[in-house]
């Protein structure tokens, strides 16, 4: 699918008059911002429960993606949590996800989807980030304290 996603990221800076703010390559914003497809984008959106709701991040921006397939969409649960690996593995996640949508957006396979982007601010830790320190902490905790056994038990 995201090969398929690249292929109409070409395509949008060949044909211009197809290319709109949230197609293609993109320059992000430098401050937060959120993009909408399909039924969110009207001004009194109407939206369904999620189906997919992915979380992500590019240059200094923390990102959330939800959206709903629509109903007539011929994509699996299983497609649907290869795109979420997809994109959550992205380094590029604000514009894989904008090309994402945008296909399924022409294959009318989106019934409505959010790009909710947001910079820490100074002093806010990012708790992914946070977790991940924890995390690692807790390891070397473990892994020094199963070395300090080993050494009590060789002596």
Known sequence: MLKVATALCSAAALLPSLASGQFGMVRLPSDDFIWRWGDAADETPNLSPEDFDVRGSEQVFQCRLTGAISAGSHLTTQELQEMERELTASLYFVQASAAMMNELELEFDL???????????????????????VERARQKAVEDMLKRRERAQHD
Do not use: I, V
């Not at 019934?111 to 320190?133: H, S, V, Y």
């Open 111 to 133: 019934r409505w989807a959010m790009l909710d982007c947001k910079k820490p601010q100074a002093g806010e830790e990012d708790p992914e980030k946070t977790a991940e320190q």
